[in-house]
């Protein structure tokens, strides 16, 4: 196997659902509503050049966060090959996690409330590992389910004592 | 199968610990007091009573036996607790004697499994005599050997084989330069230098600072304590190591249960050309019911010795061991200026090794067939240096292996083959 393969140039890589991506959208946007009603408050008030500067921070802001936002949401991607899963993530610090299938303890699937309205879940597969990280957030639920199901087929048939 | 079997009735007293000395102190003032005729005792001798009771009822409901494959422990009154841990499970069992119950001639013994959540099994306390057999007895059946039960079992203690032995005043001298060591002294030099200056003030100093004098002195102690005499031995049914001056402690690693290895060597040591090896087992570091003196994260090996002498029992503890390990490329040093001398990593088939650290230098070993899941990482300075880290992940909750600051291409193959590598080495276990 080759480098490139191992790094998933050649995998076929599975993405999370586009609703999280509006999801996380939508958390972003709620805090630049907050900071501008504060500014619409401020400017109501009288202070117009402090209002204003609270305007242009938080259009800034939702901006940076944006991309920060829908940059991140692209970073995420699993594969399943056939021995291991791949989970890579995260732009700043990005990483990128081999988990064999027959390490796995268990499977984990949760949703919050927010997610929960997307019709989202979040998969996590643990192994003895403390420091293994392979969660893959914003999984449409059926996909969730078939991951789900897959994973712990996978995983008993490959099943390996500590 | 085995019939319900009660812990020692003394046991009781011994798991007070401190509080049966402060409770017997209490007992016999009071009684002087009461003999004298000049206070009332009644309050005090309800107190104790209830508590001795209380430690009676504990010790009458709590019952253990060998059910098949597993140990049972059942306990408690008001919350009854039943617990049942399936031998093939152990990590490793341990005899801890402590000094109170050295005194009754008591011993505990503690199963360790691999769960991060859970009880510890524990039985406090047993007669001395009956702990070996018995934990003899619980190996046999961990390994599967079912067929041989109720046959007596070979002498476990004559087909010891004893590899090493750290001398006392080896330990001694390590502890002296070790950091704790070091901290201590600094103190206590530091206190020494005020008395002779002015001793007014070195008696208030001692005064106020009794807690940080007792606070640095303890770790000391504690080093000494548990690492005097270690002795490792190799026995059929798993590592022994064997310690300590007041609280002794016996403990089994059971073969192939040894999650990582690593070699210690703080700054003073290398000087002298010393090190010092632990081993990380899979579970958790601390378990309900045990104190801070209790804790293992690892399980020191040799607590101090030369690099041959630990050459000799990696050799025994992960054979084929990586001999070359390749220094990070140049570049490195602007990310871990300090850390950049120590960085190395190399592998065989069957094992990878890495070296890191920054005042101190720290070598893992992690057998490929451990390896829970590989991770590569890497930062936004990282990634302008063209450096990665790959993380090789263990069951072990305190010895981390990092493959740090490697050339991209070099991590990214890395990864490719230690995945690769660590697949076949798991299938090969496996059948």
Not at chain 2, 9 to 28: C, H, K, N
Not at chain 2, 317 to 332: E, F, K, L, N, Y
Not at chain 2, 404 to 413: G, L, N, P
């Amino acid at each position: 196997m080759s480098a490139e393969e191992v790094r998933g140039e050649r995998e076929s890589w599975r993405r999370p659902s586009p609703r999280l991506l509006v999801l996380r959208r939508l958390e972003v946007s709620a805090l630049a509503l907050a900071a501008l009603i504060a500014a619409g408050v401020l400017a109501a008030l009288g202070h117009t050049a402090v209002g204003l500067a609270c305007l242009g921070g938080a259009l800034v802001l939702g901006l940076g966060a944006e991309r920060f936002v829908s940059r991140r949401f692209h970073a995420w991607g699993y594969a399943e090959r056939e021995d291991d899963l791949l989970v890579r993530r995260g732009v700043l610090f990005s990483r990128l996690s081999v988990v064999p299938y027959g390490r796995m303890q268990f499977i984990d699937v949760t949703a919050g409330p927010l997610e929960r309205s997307f019709g989202l879940a979040t998969v996590r597969m643990h192994t003895a590992a403390a420091a293994s990280d392979a969660r893959i957030p914003g999984l449409d639920r059926a996909e969730a389910a078939r991951l789900r199901d897959r994973l712990a087929e996978v995983g008993e048939a490959q099943a390996a004592g500590l | 199968m085995t019939e319900w079997r009660r812990l020692h009735p003394l046991s009781p007293i011994v798991r007070g610990g401190r509080a049966t000395i402060a409770l017997g102190t209490v007992l016999l003032v009071s009684l002087l007091a009461g003999g004298r005729g000049s206070k009332d005792s009644t309050p005090e001798l309800v107190i104790v009573g209830s508590i001795v009771a209380l430690g009676f009822v504990s010790w009458l409901v709590t019952r253990w036996r060998i059910d098949g494959d597993d140990l049972r422990i059942e306990s408690g009154v008001l919350r009854r607790q039943s617990l049942r841990f399936p031998l093939s499970q152990v990590q490793a069992i341990d005899i801890v004697r402590p000094g109170l119950a050295r005194i009754f001639g008591l011993a505990e013994l503690r199963l360790r499994t691999g769960g991060s959540s859970g009880d510890t099994a524990r039985l406090a306390y047993l007669a001395a005599h009956e702990a070996e057999p018995l934990r003899d007895r619980l190996l046999t059946l961990a390994t599967g050997a079912r067929a041989h039960e109720g046959t007596a079992a070979p002498e476990p203690a004559a087909l010891e084989h004893v590899l090493t032995t750290v001398p006392t005043g080896r330990l001694v001298a390590s502890v002296l330069i070790s950091d704790v060591g070091i901290l201590a002294e600094a103190v206590l030099v530091a206190l020494i230098v005020t008395a002779l200056l002015s001793p007014r003030a070195a008696a208030g100093v001692i005064g106020a600072g009794a807690v940080w004098i007792f606070a640095v002195l303890t770790p000391v102690w504690r080093r000494f304590n548990q690492e005097y005499r270690l002795s490792l031995a190799e026995a059929p049914d798993g590592l022994r190591l064997r310690s300590g001056l007041i609280a002794l402690s016996a403990e089994t690693i059971r073969p192939g249960r040894v999650q990582a290895v690593r070699m210690v060597e703080p700054l003073l040591w290398r000087a002298l050309g010393w090190c010092r090896l632990e081993v990380d087992l899979a579970g958790k570091q601390r378990s309900k019911g045990e104190g801070q003196a209790e804790r293992r994260p690892l399980r020191t090996v040799l607590p101090v010795g030369s690099r041959a002498l630990a050459e000799e029992l990696l050799e025994r503890i992960v054979p084929d061991r990586p001999p070359v390990q390749s220094p990070p490329p140049r570049r490195a040093l602007w990310k871990s200026p300090l850390r950049y001398r120590m960085l190395a990593w190399g592998r065989t088939g069957t094992c990878v090794a890495t070296t890191s650290g920054r005042i101190r230098r720290v070598t893992v070993w992690a057998p490929l067939e451990k390896v829970q899941s590989l991770r590569r990482v890497q930062g936004p300075l990282q990634r302008r240096l063209r450096l990665a880290t790959v993380h090789v992940d263990t069951a072990g909750r305190s010895v981390h292996a990092a493959i740090r600051d490697r050339d991209t291409a070099e991590a990214d193959r890395a990864l490719a083959e230690l995945s690769d590598l660590a697949r076949t080495a798991r299938r090969k276990k496996g059948r």
